[in-house]
Nanobody, 115 residues
């Protein structure tokens, strides 16, 4: 059974930083691309950042230059950091694990950026 434990969401200040963590169990973590997507009300789910099993990086256009994703294969953890937050970063953030054949989603964590 695949389980996600997402943490770090909540209310954050505009201009500040966001730190999210996701620990995934039940998969061969090191062989999955892992990362984060987000969805705002009325919008489609979009890529935030993904790190592949060979440690290549993919960032969404809206966060490029102010976002870092990292992974710890021993701890089965993927972390996300976003700086210089604006109200546009308000969304539900979802952790994702993708083997290329199967992908799994966390339940999501709400992030609200306050001015």
């Amino acid at each position: 059974q695949v389980q996600f434990v997402e943490s770090g969401g909540g209310l954050v200040q505009s201009g500040g930083s966001l730190n999210l963590s996701c620990v995934v169990s039940g998969i061969d973590f090191s062989n999955y691309a892992v990362g984060w997507y987000r969805q705002s009300p009325g919008k489609q789910r979009e890529l935030v950042a993904v790190i592949t099993s060979v440690r290549s990086f993919h960032y969404g256009d809206s966060v490029k230059g102010r976002c870092t994703v990292s992974r710890d294969n021993l701890e089965h953890e993927v972390k996300l950091q976003i700086h210089s937050l604006t109200s546009d970063d308000t969304a539900v953030y979802y952790c994702n694990a993708d083997s290329g054949y199967t992908d799994y989603w966390g339940q999501g964590t709400q992030v609200t950026v306050s001015s």
